[in-house]
């Protein structure tokens, strides 16, 4: 997101310095924005995932605070720009993003090295930028941050899911989507539950589910798959370069996301922005962005039931879904653009200056 964020602002007319990591030849280019890179390897002490690395971005940013109106960036790198702020009381103003898929009521149970410099960031900071209201209303009383000192910000999607036709042309056999990492602490994206719906679309319908992503739990849900006897209408894909999602996209009849837990899932917007009706968890901030009824069905987490019976209702009515896919793309031209993003921000950085 900082980097399409940063392209973005860049385009509009700001000028932006986008400061990032390269491990290695790891580097990024954009055509608008200003990159700068620090040369960092993962076994320097001063890499992101390390506590010295709030303290080594001030540092090397410190000569020139004095030329930024606004220093943007995630709260756990934030703190020492927030003291600076607190202390001096002069520009730049500081802005910091938060997007934590779900935080606890009270902080410290969050049980994060990071937390001291989350906790100073958020309480100094000019602003607090959330994915959505209910990560907002989180942050709000875990940190005892007053609302109005939050503002939503939903993240953006790129031009190239919206660049392609999506398909709509009824046939016996469906593709269906999920994207998304395996991942393995404290599961959220919980692939079992759409595993376990399968055989009841199946039962109805001819299915084939691609699932794109890897992480820890992947020879679990891949055991799990041959156990429910799903064999040929589960492919697991795992890693796709982001270039190459779109094509995948264009080629899926409806997008599933069981999650257990998000904040503001942007692989949701994608599907969207591809012309793709949605099955999703009404969990989160899900249901601000997904209209039930409208652009996709929501369904409570954690039943399979639930899961197969909206998936399947949607097969039944090609026509619906086509209606259904179609808004999903006009709300993501509307709103979720990442020139629609950058004008919310830079409207936020007009109140704070």
């Given at each position: 997101m900082p980097?399409?964020?940063a392209e973005a602002l860049a385009k509009a007319g700001h000028h932006v310095d986008f400061l990032a990591v390269a491990p290695g030849n790891s580097r990024r280019q954009t055509e608008h924005a200003h990159a700068q890179y620090l040369p960092l390897e993962p076994s320097s002490l001063a890499f992101p995932n390390s506590l010295a690395f709030p303290l080594y971005q001030y540092r090397r940013t410190f000569a020139r605070l004095k030329q930024y109106d606004i220093i943007h960036c995630e709260a756990h790198n934030a703190a020492f720009y927030a003291v600076h702020r607190a202390i001096f009381g002069a520009p730049p103003r500081v802005v910091v993003a938060e997007y934590t898929p779900a935080i606890p009521r009270f902080f410290w149970q969050r049980?994060?090295?990071?937390?001291p410099y989350v906790f100073l960031s958020l309480k100094l900071a000019d602003l607090v930028i959330s994915p959505c209201d209910y990560t907002s209303a989180n942050l709000s009383q875990a940190y005892g941050i007053a609302l109005s000192k939050t503002s939503p910000l939903h993240g953006g999607v790129h031009s190239s899911f919206?660049?392609?036709s999506p398909r709509h042309v009824p046939r016996e056999e469906f593709n269906l989507l999920f994207c998304g990492r395996l991942n393995s602490r404290r599961p959220h994206k919980t692939v079992d539950i759409l595993l376990k719906?399968?055989?009841?679309?199946?039962?109805r319908h001819t299915v084939e589910l691609n699932i794109i992503g890897t992480g820890p739990r992947l020879d679990e849900y891949t055991t799990l798959?041959?156990?429910l006897g799903l064999g040929r209408a589960v492919h697991f894909l795992g890693f796709i370069d982001p270039s190459d999602l779109p094509a995948h996209y264009a080629r899926a009849d409806l997008f599933a996301l069981p999650s257990a837990r998000e904040s503001f899932p942007l692989v949701l917007l994608e599907a969207m922005a591809s012309g793709l009706p949605v099955v999703a968890t009404a969990v989160g901030g899900v249901p601000e962005m997904v209209v039930d009824g409208e652009t996709g069905l929501l369904v409570p987490p954690d039943d399979p039931?639930?899961?197969a019976e909206a998936v399947n209702s949607l097969l039944d009515d090609p026509?619906?879904?086509?209606?259904?896919g179609e808004k999903g793309r006009d709300t993501v031209r509307e709103h979720y653009t990442w020139d629609k993003v950058a004008e919310r921000m830079a409207e936020y950085f007009r109140e704070i200056l």
């Open positions: 980097f399409h964020l049980r994060s090295f990071f937390e919206l660049a392609g719906a399968m055989p009841r679309i199946l039962q798959a041959r156990t039931g639930a899961l026509e619906r879904m086509r209606a259904m």
